[in-house]
């Protein structure tokens, strides 16, 4: 017989009661409760739920969870799931809020950076933002990408047509049309609020507000009057 019983079935030797600081398990008493198994109201070691690989108190409060199932926390029917909420990653088995659950949708396992937003947030560089910042716009899953160096505003339809150059940055329209930003416009242009504007034929520089005086001309051209000539005429 077991020693450690209070009382014991006389047929099969099992234990059917235990002293008081132990717990009823398989037939037998002990000192403590083995893993996978919790202490219910009887002082019986009773199973938990499959899905939890430890519990206590209740058969679903789970404190771990067997694969494929993930530990959350903060679930309220079912804390073994199988896959975390939104706004939490899964860190070694266990369900961990995104730094910014409230407005991050999915983040790297260091918690702190945002890989896709809420509805209504744009993601850049791992923050989130109510719009794309300058220099940026917004992409599918409401991701914000770089716009072309010097570029403080474009688009997602055209995003090599530049609307908007950063300070000390020139538009300028390319061979292939597409709008880009210059820190000094070519020769044959003249610099005026922000963008390159294209001179008439032959100058190498000319007037903002009237493009087809030329006011420098190229090596081998001579200025006369608005125009670059090839020999001065009297």
């Known amino acids: 017989s077991n020693k450690?019983?209070?009382?014991?079935?006389?047929?099969?030797?099992?234990?059917?009661?235990?002293?008081d600081d132990e717990?009823?398990?398989n037939g037998d008493c002990v000192t403590t409760c083995p893993t996978g198994t919790f202490v219910n109201e009887n002082r019986i070691c009773q199973?938990?739920?499959?899905?939890?690989?430890s519990c206590i108190s209740h058969e679903d409060n789970c404190l771990s969870c067997n694969e494929p199932y993930t530990?959350?926390?903060?679930?309220?029917?079912?804390?073994?799931?199988?896959?975390?909420e939104e706004g939490e990653i899964t860190i070694e088995g266990e369900c961990v809020e995104c730094e910014d659950k409230a407005r991050c949708?999915?983040?790297?396992?260091?918690?702190?950076?945002?890989?896709?937003?809420?509805?209504?947030?744009?993601v850049y560089d791992c923050e989130i933002h109510e719009t794309c910042p300058l220099g940026t716009y917004a992409y599918h899953n409401n991701t914000c990408l770089p716009c072309i160096e010097g570029c403080e505003r474009c688009n997602a339809t055209s995003p090599l047509q530049c609307e908007q150059c950063a300070h000390g940055y020139y538009l300028y329209i390319t061979d292939t049309n597409n709008i880009v930003c210059i820190r000094k416009c070519p020769e044959g242009y003249i610099e005026h609020e922000h963008k390159c504007l294209k001179?008439?034929?032959?100058?190498?520089?000319?007037k903002h507000d009237n493009t087809q005086c030329c006011t420098v001309c190229p090596h081998g051209k001579y200025k006369q009057n608005c125009n670059c000539v090839d020999d001065c005429s009297y």
């Open 47 to 53: 199973q938990c739920n499959p899905k939890c690989a």
């Open 23 to 25: 717990y009823y398990y």
């Open 105 to 122: 949708r999915k983040c790297t396992q260091d918690t702190k950076c945002c890989i896709t937003p809420k509805n209504g947030f744009y």
């Open 199 to 206: 001179c008439g034929m032959y100058c190498s520089k000319c």
């Open 71 to 84: 530990y959350d926390p903060d679930g309220i029917d079912d804390k073994c799931v199988t896959e975390c």
């Open 4 to 19: 450690r019983c209070k009382r014991c079935d006389v047929h099969d030797d099992k234990c059917s009661l235990c002293e």
